[in-house]
């Protein structure tokens, strides 16, 4: 090859290199979330399967309104089997840190974990009254000081790490759960959203963009939530979760567990 050629084709080599080095890749993301369980598409489903917006969401609160209500004390007892530790009988998961504690350490001394109302009461002030202050789709056992630190905090990304929360984090306005916990909590806040619409004498919850929501009935963020959905997929612990509140307790189910999907196509 004459020695122009060669310089020529060193030259077009090096200018193409340094184009690849100059791109840049496209952000990792999570993949579009696609449903778990179909396995009740045609029963219990039948009527919402197929539709988006309103109309499915609508379709789903006529559904999962058809449940059996328990009262604020029996709450205790149901989630000792609820978030039972799949490795060790004796023990409960604890949302938001993961740890695993003694089932009979359920209290409010450091130490203990208690009823964490993930839709905080305060936001529809419904408290703790037979309906969403009982829902076992949004109560889950949470350590005392970490569920004391959450308060009734939005949830958003950022602030600093919470002591023994698992990775948890916390600022001045909202609370941002451990990672593994981020579509577990994103998909109790959309059921109660999609259950309580204000059509049954409690107030109408629904999930917004803003944090210091106060005691209005709204959680934020709902543009966050939507991204922790797709991030944090439904765990095998919580679609078992989801299936012994249907078959022991309440009675329904929470639908964006079988669907995560159905979170896009509402919102």
């Known amino acids: 090859m004459p020695?122009?050629?060669?310089?020529?084709?060193k030259t077009l080599a090096l200018t193409t290199s340094a184009v690849l080095v100059g791109l840049t890749l496209p952000?990792?993301?999570a993949s579009p979330a696609s449903a778990t369980n179909t396995s009740y598409d045609s029963t219990y489903y039948k009527n919402a399967v197929g539709k988006t917006g309103t109309t499915l969401k609508s379709s789903l609160h006529t559904i999962i309104s058809s449940q059996s209500k328990i009262s604020y004390s029996a709450v205790w007892n149901a989630l000792k089997v609820t978030d039972q530790d799949p490795n060790n009988s004796s023990n409960v998961i604890l949302l938001y840190s993961g740890v695993s504690r003694s089932k009979s350490l359920n209290g409010g001394d450091v130490g203990d974990w208690n009823r964490e109302h993930t839709w905080a009461k305060s936001h529809g002030d419904f408290g703790e009254?037979?309906?969403?202050?009982?829902?076992?789709?949004?109560l889950r056992p949470a350590d005392v000081q970490v569920n004391g630190i959450r308060g009734n905090l939005d949830f958003d990304n950022g602030g600093s790490t919470v002591t023994n929360g698992g990775g948890?984090?916390?600022?001045?306005?909202?609370?941002?759960?451990?990672d593994a916990d981020k579509g577990d909590?994103?998909?109790?806040?959309?059921?109660?959203?999609?259950r309580y619409d204000g059509g049954d004498g409690f107030a109408d919850l629904e999930p917004d963009e803003k944090v210091n929501n106060g005691s209005a009935p709204y959680i934020g963020k709902l543009s966050v939530l939507k991204q922790w959905n797709e991030q944090d997929p439904p765990s095998a612990f919580e679609e078992k979760r989801n299936q012994v509140?249907?078959?022991?307790y309440q009675h329904n189910r929470n639908p964006f567990i079988d669907h995560p999907e159905w979170?896009?196509?509402?919102w």
Do not use: C, K, N, Q
């Open 263 to 266: 979170v896009e196509a509402i």
């Open 27 to 29: 952000a990792v993301t």
């Open 245 to 248: 509140i249907y078959d022991t």
């Open 129 to 138: 009254v037979t309906g969403p202050g009982t829902d076992l789709h949004h």
């Open 168 to 178: 948890s984090r916390v600022d001045s306005d909202s609370f941002e759960p451990r």
């Open 3 to 9: 020695a122009t050629h060669i310089r020529r084709w």
């Open 185 to 194: 909590v994103a998909r109790m806040i959309l059921y109660m959203a999609v």
